[in-house]
């Protein structure tokens, strides 16, 4: 099993920076890929970007050029981050972190919200 606690969100006014944070634990050395997700009130969850272990990004247009995903591996937890610059009252979700592990699982950490207002 992988487990998933994110960190970092808040309120923050048009134009401000966040930086999201996800620590994995358990089996790290299984994940494939981690990623960013949102969900703001009456929609679908969305996909914000995806990093692999190789180091490949991919961003949703909404977000590209002002977010920035990273990831830091260390011995017993696998750091995700998430750098958000020039937030729009639209960025407003809660967001989720993602861990893909062993190819056919996934997990799923408990969400932070982010609100920008205008």
């Known amino acids: 099993q992988v487990q998933l606690v994110e960190s970092g969100g808040g309120l923050v006014q048009t134009g401000e920076s966040l930086r999201l944070s996800c620590a994995a634990s358990?089996?790290?050395?299984?994940?494939?890929?981690m990623g960013w997700y949102r969900q703001a009130p009456g929609k679908q969850r969305e996909l914000v970007a995806t990093i692999t272990t190789g180091g490949s990004t991919n961003y949703a247009d909404s977000v590209k050029g002002r977010f920035t995903i990273s990831r830091d591996n260390r011995n017993t937890v696998y750091l995700l981050y998430l750098q958000m610059n020039s937030l729009k009252p639209e960025d407003t979700a809660v967001y989720y972190c993602?861990?893909?592990?062993?190819?056919?699982?996934?997990?799923w950490g408990q969400g932070t919200q982010v609100t920008v207002s205008s």
């Open positions: 358990g089996k790290i050395f299984s994940i494939n890929a």
């Open positions: 993602n861990a893909q592990w062993h190819t056919a699982f996934s997990s």
